[in-house]
């Protein structure tokens, strides 16, 4: 994709996976996403596709609204 995303977006990442006490590895695991995109998706280096996202905050049991809200 061609632009960043929000540092916001990583940012509610962390903070939901690390509420459940889950590792980057366990949410890799669960969500189906490669721990590579999850790392960089945490740490605003990686725009990805609302699918992905939307497994992503099925997984820690978040609203999708939650994680892309500005």
Do not use: F, W
């Not at 939901?16 to 590895?25: F, G, I, V």
């Amino acid at each position: 994709m061609g632009t960043d995303p929000p540092p916001a977006l990583g940012d509610r990442i962390r903070t939901a996976r690390t509420a459940l006490k889950m590792s980057q590895e366990r949410l890799c695991e669960l969500s189906g996403v490669d721990q590579q995109t999850i790392n960089r998706i945490e740490l605003g280096r990686h725009a990805t596709r609302i699918d992905t996202l939307y497994r992503i905050a099925r997984t820690l049991r978040v609203p999708l609204s939650d994680l892309v809200r500005e």
